[in-house]
């Protein structure tokens, strides 16, 4: 099963530098309410020609730019006695909690990025652009931060004359006035993404059916080692995205739900451990998975009803033992919303995306 390689050597880290993009805008609705209001004092003033006219243009400003006017840019609800939640706008395509920050893509290359250790944390918006990054164009594939607070973004880029190829686009958004990097990869497809100290995982859950390889789960370490290990199993019926979280010792930490299989990798040991994603053959939910610090695994799975599974099923959190051969369910008394999914921990918090209230939430009564 395992199969390696080694690459050329490539360089080491290099220090990256931020790139703000345009202030994210909140959430339309107030502005809206707000512009009747303002309307309201249209029709009221409507007898004086010149205060109605001023009341219209202030109705106007109301509709065209009512978010920027009316709503803060980030709201922190609490929940209960100790839970929060940040609401996320609305389209968010993706989100992820690692090592202490939220990231979430909203735009084709636009991010946002959330420090959780604030009680209240300030929304600071990344956007790349090719010619940032010296390509003619180029799509997100995923992205991830790294213990060492790098922003890791997996891209397929246009070099030009026919070169097209994954790179990687590093972002060390805590050092002044830093800026992205661009860092060719081997060849590789880089889907999915985990981002280390010493080097980044990319998953490639599908097969390459012109060469007749499987999928495969890669180590790429920035001095130069490459190491590929096959997977396998073949894919089955989506349920979901797969992931790669980086814990302790760089092991990828890897959900394949188009396997119903869980992997734990190490960059030289190869595969430790392997467990079934516990979902009935015939389930079509959204499954997830998020790694504590501690290193339990956590799994939101659907809640089958004597045994029948509807679009409406709700999720129930469940985790994985130490051997990583056994499921538990945790809070049995808790329900989650189906198409809802993990997005990670930070410190002692376990996120859940929840998408039907575009909302990141803390999960209580879960220890790390």
């Known amino acids: 099963m395992n199969a390696w390689k080694m690459a050329q050597a490539g360089d080491t880290r290099r220090a990256v530098h931020p790139v703000r993009g345009p202030r994210q805008l909140p959430h339309r609705p107030v502005g809206f309410l707000a ?17 109605g006219a001023l009341a219209c243009l202030a109705a106007a400003a109301c509709i065209l730019y009512p978010a920027e006017v009316f709503a803060p840019a980030l709201r922190v609800e609490p929940q209960g006695s100790s839970g929060r939640s940040i609401v996320l706008p609305g389209g968010t395509l993706a989100v992820k909690v690692e090592n202490g920050f939220a990231v979430a893509q909203t735009g084709a290359r636009r991010l946002l990025l959330y420090p959780l250790a604030k ?50 686009v590093e972002l060390a958004f805590e050092v002044p006035d830093a800026r992205p990097e ?77 396997m119903r299989l869980f992997l734990e990798v190490h960059p030289t040991d190869g595969i430790r451990a392997q467990a079934p994603i516990p979902v009935d053959p015939g389930s079509r ?13 956590h799994a939101l799975i659907p809640l089958r009803d004597r045994g029948v599974e509807l679009l409406t099923t709700p999720y129930a959190l469940a985790e994985l033992n130490t051997q990583r051969n056994a ?24 996120w859940l995306w929840n998408r039907a209230a575009h909302s990141l939430e803390t999960i209580d009564g879960v220890g790390p």
């Not at 990828?252 to 739900?257: D, I, M, N, Q, S």
Request: proline share 7%; net charge neutral; hydrophobic share 45%.
């Open 35 to 51: 512009a009747l209001a303002c309307l309201a004092a249209c029709a009221a003033h409507a007898a004086v020609a010149c205060l």
């Open 119 to 168: 009680q209240s944390p300030e929304q600071r918006t990344i956007a790349l652009e090719p010619h940032q990054l010296g390509v003619f164009s180029f799509s997100v594939e995923d992205f991830s931060i790294s213990p060492d607070g790098v922003l890791a973004v997996a891209i397929y880029a246009n070099f030009g004359l026919g070169d097209s190829r994954y790179a990687l």
């Open 182 to 258: 661009l860092r060719r990869l081997p060849d590789v497809r880089c889907r999915h993404l985990g981002a280390g100290v010493q080097g980044v995982w990319c998953l490639d859950p599908e097969p390459r059916e012109m060469r007749n390889e499987p999928p495969a789960l890669t180590w790429i370490a920035f001095l130069g080692g490459l190491r590929r290990y096959a997977l396998q199993r073949e894919p089955g019926q989506w349920l979901g995205p797969a992931r790669v979280i980086v814990a302790d010792d760089e092991v990828a930490e890897t959900w394949l739900p188009s």
């Open 285 to 297: 939910a959204l499954t997830s998975f998020a790694v504590s610090p501690s290193g339990k695994i």
């Open 327 to 350: 499921w538990r369910r945790l809070l049995p008394g808790r329900r989650f919303a189906r198409g809802s999914s993990l997005a990670g921990w930070s410190a002692t918090e376990l």
